[in-house]
């Protein structure tokens, strides 16, 4: 057996592919045993962005021949991660999934409308970067829908992110509009593009590198829910530089291995006042003198992003 370093780009099920960069040489991969018996809260021990080790099956090396599905390799190591994302898995309140390891940034991909965006769920997601100390961007797709009636919605959209520090991008993968500044933003980097059902995320893809073919689906117009079109997380490689992890849409996204006294700490808008609360710790509900409620009776702190945060104040509780 040789073993060698190889990088996650699919993870479909109880099976990987797995590429040796530089290259772009995709073969497929399976577990050793002993790592998927191993405790852990997380449903999956290995997600595409890792760096692992693995043996090649006897006779085969990366220069004379790849593992086959026959004859696959196995992942005996994760190697150590600079970051990853993670969430709690849907109706499994102690168990999480971790949704891509290895990121330099995250494109959370948003729509005012088709479908409606959920404040509430995208902070979950911006909240998540910050711990895990993966950058953030919004993107706003379809923007080329968005008529005059939608002018003063998109505009409180941007009100509200770039005012808490995040970069909000108008694109749409229909017409192209925006499309060459994120393919700049994503050279050279391995980006995670996350969201719900629906907002395009496949498109974008498509829209950023022609030549790639990630499956693309429509609105559901009875809910204005987009249907699950990718069913894997994968990773592709952009013709223009850099790599992309493409997700399944997400429904739901709760928090993990965060303590009610920290949330704030992740919302980048309150930790910037809140050295001025007048009691330490300070949880930003009913302590006087407390100047990040000040902040939201200003309107300097939004009142949208607040409720958000009470919303995972309770969420903790329940969980607890």
Not at 224 to 229: A, F, K, N, V, Y
Not at 281 to 290: A, L, N, R, S
Request: aromatic share 8%; with cysteine.
């Amino acid at each position: 057996m040789k073993k060698t370093e190889a990088i996650v780009v699919k993870h479909t099920g109880s099976h990987y592919l797995l590429t040796v960069p530089p290259g772009w040489n995709l073969f497929p991969a399976v577990l050793r045993g002993r790592m998927r018996q191993k405790g852990s809260s997380s449903t999956n021990p290995v997600a595409v962005g890792d760096r692992v080790m693995f043996d090649l099956p006897d006779g085969k090396d990366t220069a004379s021949g790849l593992p086959d599905t026959e004859n696959p390799a196995v992942i005996t190591e994760i190697l150590p991660r600079k970051n990853y994302m993670i969430r709690r898995s849907a109706n499994l309140s102690r168990q999480s999934h971790i949704i891509a390891a290895n990121v330099d940034m995250a494109f959370i991909v948003v729509t005012v409308d088709f479908p409606e965006v959920k404040l509430p769920f995208l902070d979950r997601i911006l909240v998540t970067c910050e711990v895990y100390g993966i950058p953030a961007t919004i993107v706003l797709n379809k923007c080329d829908l968005y008529g005059p009636g939608h002018r003063e919605t998109v505009e409180a959209f941007h009100s509200i992110y770039e005012g808490a520090g995040y970069p909000v991008m108008d694109v749409s993968a229909a017409t192209g509009a925006g499309t060459e500044e994120l393919r700049k933003a994503c050279t050279d980097r391995v980006c995670l593009f996350s969201g719900v059902s629906g907002v395009g995320k496949s498109s974008l893809i498509k829209a950023l590198d022609p030549s790639l073919d990630p499956r693309t689906g429509e609105i559901s117009q009875s809910h204005l829910q987009g249907r699950h079109t990718t069913t894997f997380y994968e990773m592709y490689r952009l013709a223009s530089g850099g790599y992309i992890i493409d997700t399944p849409g997400i429904r739901g996204f709760g928090l993990v291995d965060l303590g009610r006294e920290e949330i704030a700490l992740y919302f980048p808008e309150m930790l910037r006042v809140s050295g001025d609360c007048r009691f330490t710790p300070c949880t930003h509900t009913h302590e006087p003198g407390c100047a990040v409620k000040a902040a939201v009776e200003a309107g300097t702190i939004s009142f949208e992003r607040y409720s958000s945060y009470l919303g995972m104040l309770e969420e903790e509780q329940k969980y607890r």
